[in-house]
């Protein structure tokens, strides 16, 4: 047991690594000082065993296939759905993506403040499925928004018309009022002289 022991730490391993020549194991026995099993390690009595192999191949070619979607059915499955993948993990990476999405836009004017608070809340509220949604959801509604101006502007342009051509009509009737006046007062005249 020292022998093994001794010989394990000079070969730079334990009490297992060492092989000990079983034919020459009277003068093995017989070593009782480090100097004596370095000779022995010398002479090739004591070897230090090689290691042994412990592959991990096949557990890489193994994880390999299921990184494309091999071996992962029913049949392979120990836990819930819900303790392979959480739902509560889902949803904080799509808060994450949505929230990021609307500081982003934010940041670069496409919405403003108050746009960026409603549509905070919505995600909040489970009304967007995805980034994609939530981008179609803001196009629409700036494309509403653009509409909007664009009728409130006409509807003021009509106004403006409309009120130009009444003070024309107003001015145009109250000249032909004048006019009107002004030749009655000069028949007035006239018959008077």
């Not at 334990?14 to 092989?19: D, S």
């Not at 070619?61 to 299921?66: G, I, M, S, V, Y």
Request: glycine fraction near 6%; charge should be positive; proline fraction near 2%.
């Amino acid at each position: 047991a020292v022998v093994s022991r001794q010989s394990g730490h000079y070969g730079r391993g334990g009490r297992e690594k060492g092989w000990l020549d079983p034919n020459e194991s009277s003068e093995i026995s017989n070593a009782n000082s480090r100097q004596n099993i370095k000779k022995l390690i010398k002479d090739g009595l004591i070897i230090k065993k090689p290691q042994t192999v412990h592959s991990r191949a096949r557990c890489r070619k193994l994880k390999e296939a299921k990184r494309v979607g091999r071996h992962t059915g029913t049949g392979k499955r120990k836990g819930t759905a819900n303790a392979r993948m959480p739902e509560k993990v889902i949803w904080m990476r799509r808060m994450r993506v949505l929230r990021r999405l609307l500081k982003k836009y934010r940041e670069d004017k496409k919405i403003d403040k108050h746009m960026y608070h409603a549509l905070y809340l919505q995600s909040k509220g489970n009304i967007f499925k995805n980034k994609r949604v939530l981008m179609e959801h803001i196009h629409k509604k700036k494309a509403e928004g653009l509409r909007l101006k664009a009728l409130q502007e006409q509807a003021e342009a009509r106004r403006a018309r409309t009120k130009a051509a009444h003070e024309r009509k107003l001015a145009r009737s109250a000249q032909k009022h004048a006019e009107m006046f002004a030749h009655i007062e000069d028949n007035n005249q006239d018959e008077e002289s």
